[in-house]
């Protein structure tokens, strides 16, 4: 009798409004599943409360027309119980749609659970979800964003909380801060690795301000990446390194602690939001992106990527990081210092649409004479709004940057 009650209720904006996000047609059994659904889509084209009579018309004429003549007299009398019903007290109500709400979610959580336990894939992502809805939240609060401008300039102060240490980079771009999604993008072997080796490890980068970083590496040993790291912060190339390894250690310790690289071939994003909830760092790179797993089936390459980059957008805001993210740039890009990224490889609006900032490193390959010389190309930007192409130079012994 429960649903027919609350079915009743339903038909309250009011009650609807205040409840929906804990509402859907599976709550609802002994028939009334249909009629929620007939419900719930009725609010959504109007601004008043229904009547019976209303929703009844609508289930019968729009949205089962071809109903038996044996269905239409179970749907009648469906109608009469709910109209005799008492009308429950809305808090009780609420109270009840809470209960029901979580035992459902706790189904589907021992369902995944066990479904893993029997050999499916583990993926832990959506049990992850189904317990962050579950959090109660009591007295139906919300999080308002302030409304005072000095608290929205003091909130937004550290949105770029870590500088760039490349001085054009950063006039123009200013930093990157929690809840960012950066992509880094270029044709291969033209530098990407060594430019964001350089934000992190190089003189005055990320971990010297006192970020704490984890790389996630899966395009080349990650014992190659700790050298770069180790030369780019130190100054010294790889034989400076072997012939004095006590200074290189001494200069290396003063960001060691900060910098964390990890081997994570074959690592899908659920792998990587437990590392990231785990260890907390301020900033987290994944070179590269596009070739990290991802739960579901896609027609199309664009549609993972997209998924991809969406579930790593939500990794930075849900753990209040910046995630770097390296890509690789298509055949479009050969040759070219000015880039854009409808060049990224596999996709032209799907990556793209979920960053913040992204960074194409451009480079003309056959000239000679300008082989070091590459171009930082900003083609989204949405901290400062700056678009344009920065040119810079790279060092590739020290995997460094310069201007």
Known sequence: MIEKELIKLLLSKEFYTKNKGKLSKELFTNGTGDLYATIAKAHQDSDNDLTLNEISTLYTDVDNPALTRVAKQNFQSLIEDIESSSLPNAKIAHNILESLYKRRQANKIAVLATEIYNGKDADFSEIQKCLESSIDDEGDTYDYITSDVGELV???????????????????????????????????????????????????????????????????????????????????????????????????????????????????????????AKEKPDIIVIDQLDKVGVAGNFARTD?????????????????????????????????????????????????????????????????????????????????????????????????????
């Open 154 to 276: 003091e909130q937004l102060k550290d949105n770029t909380k870590f500088k760039f240490n490349l001085k054009p980079l950063q006039e123009r771009v200013h930093g990157v801060g929690e809840g960012n999604l950066v992509i880094l993008f270029a044709r291969p072997e033209s530098g990407k690795t060594a430019f964001w080796v350089n934000l992190i490890a190089g003189v005055d980068g990320f971990a010297s301000q006192g970020a704490k970083v984890c790389a996630l590496i899966n395009e080349e040993p990650a014992i190659r990446t700790q050298m770069r790291l180790v030369n780019a912060h130190t100054g010294m190339t790889f034989e400076e390194i072997k012939n004095d390894t006590a200074l290189a250690n001494r200069k290396w310790a003063e960001i060691k602690k900060n910098v964390h690289i990890l081997d994570t071939v074959d690592w899908d994003l659920a792998k990587v939001d437990e590392l990231v």
């Open 303 to 403: 549609e993972k990527l997209r998924a991809i980059y969406t579930g790593a957008r939500e990794i930075a805001k849900r753990n209040n990081c910046c995630v770097i993210a390296i890509s690789q740039a298509s055949a479009d890009a050969q040759g070219k210092l000015d880039i854009t990224f409808d060049m990224m490889e596999n996709s032209k609006t799907g990556k793209a649409a979920e960053a913040d900032v992204i960074i194409g490193v451009g480079y003309r390959d056959k000239v000679d004479m300008d082989k070091n010389l590459r171009g930082l190309n900003i083609t989204k930007n949405k901290i400062t709004g700056w678009h344009g192409m920065i040119p810079c130079n790279i060092i590739p012994e020290l995997s460094r940057y310069a201007e």
